[in-house]
């Protein structure tokens, strides 16, 4: 054995003195090795395989057994059940929540959002073989990897084959692949992703896993795909970059020396797209007629009374027309937000004149703490608000004639609902609704629980019908405008506020979506972004992010959003819009102003035209 002291790595040589070594310190008193024949048997079927240093020592620890048949067949395919228990073997599992799908049970799995969240769960069949790509996202999510800010551009930098991984598996991948567990024979640069896995294949990466160092030395480091030192993200041309303006904790719109100043210097930033608010506080900040009828005001700037007036009245000034001419002359389009929707303060002056045009909970209903009055609903379980009612014919009719006074009177680029085009779950319980289903439902109440599945897509229906009415008032009025929503992420959207964007955007009710993605956990902001509804959303329409860029008493590192921007563009989304102007600009406590400014400036480097 004088050659098996030599330094040098050659698999066979290698093979070959484990196998002799191994030979000699068993003998045949290992259970295994003697039911399947000694150690001569186990060598001469593995010896000869490319990990056979690895397989030899998971054979010998009872980690991986023969085969159906009684073999090993180290270059046969593995069935998931089989890999599954490689992989519990090598990593115990634990007791994974009810969140988690087939394949997140099986691997024991307990810290969502995992890598292998959006694997459909239909695809997790104990006794079909697993493909490569499908073994390594397996792989990442056992090790509970985080998501990478660049998967695809990662993925695409490593293998010389990553475009053909499956969308949905490419989180794992990428994941993987910066854990260095990928083992890829004979090339580091090639997955292979749609083959099956083989037994030798599995243990490979079994024993890339393993915390224990006997196991992972087994690996020759040449066969561990690796990744470059930094990965590029391609900038897109076209990119959606938007910001909000609103009334709310900000001076921004109040006068025309704060607003010019906004928007040239938005504009210098290369944002394209300015998300005015021009409703809110149940108000209209341009100049209504429709307002001035049923409100006595046709126009308020200053929100819920807590605004100082920087002009004599609200009608010195019209601010959305400013908004426009300013932001056309810097090439930016301008889609006036109706930031309320159906939402209304709850001392309004609407809710005196037409109470019925509202609704309400259930009486003596616990669903809104700290609120006996089921009239009001409590936004972040603090600030009353009522609800105007989205099935009431006079309530859709006001929104309607709000949005033909703004949609008749101004060259704007389009049109935005967010998350208060909806309702509340709880909310329907007003007479007039409980009139309305009796007469489609053969005379029976709605149910009493407000999350009833029937009770919610009733609703939710209505809701959608009426988004069809609006869809059809802008396009008659400005057949170029964009109807644009920015909603929660789904299911949320659905279960909590009836809104069914996903079915929005089937039957062509929306132009642009800008989903409110505002996590503070990256792991989950990635899994939002790779949501199937977004995802489908995606397929048809620009579809965006809504980024959070801080409040006044949480500010948000640049590095975090820097880190989102680059998330969105590696999965190709159309683009993002932040919430909100001033926050843009307020620094973290681990960063200074300057610095804020600098690094958004060169994340936004290149202009891009809207998508």
Known sequence: MGHCSSPVWKPGRFILCFALALSFILGSHSPLLAARGGPALLATEISPHWAAACLTVL??????GPDQRGRLDAEGAITWAEYVTLLNNIVPPAQAGAWANPLEQALGLINPPTVASHYPSDYYNPNRPVWRQEAVMALAAKRGSNHEI???????ASLQDGDQVSAYLREGVAAALAQGLVVNYPRRDQLRPTQPLSRGEAAALACRLSPDPALTQ???????????ATVTVTVPRRELRGVWLTNIDSQVLFSTQALTQAINQLADLNFNTLYPTVWNWGYTLYPSPTAQRQLGMSQYLYGDGNGVPAVASPGDRDMLQEAIDLGHARGMAVIPWFEFGFMAPANYELYRRHPDWFTQRQPLSDSAPGSDDPNIWLEGNVLPRRWLNPFHPQAQKFILELINDLVSNYAIDGFQFDDHLGLPVEFGYDPYTINL?????GGRNPPTNPQDQEWVAWRAAKISDFLGLVYSLVKSRRPQAVVSISPNPYPFAYDHYLQDWPAWVKRGLVDELVIQIYRSDQNRFIWEVDKPSIQAALAKIPTSAGLLSGLR???VSIQHLEDQIEALRDRRLAGMSFFFYESLWL????????QRLTKLRQALSQSASRP
């Open 150 to 156: 660049a998967a695809n551009s990662l993925i695409k």
């Open 59 to 64: 054979v010998e620890r009872g980690l991986m």
């Open 587 to 594: 620094p973290s406590p681990e960063e200074t102003r300057e």
């Open 553 to 555: 008493a949480d500010p």
């Open 437 to 441: 289903y009796r007469a489609e439902h």
């Open 218 to 228: 087994t690996i020759n480091p040449d066969w561990v795909a690796t990744v470059p």
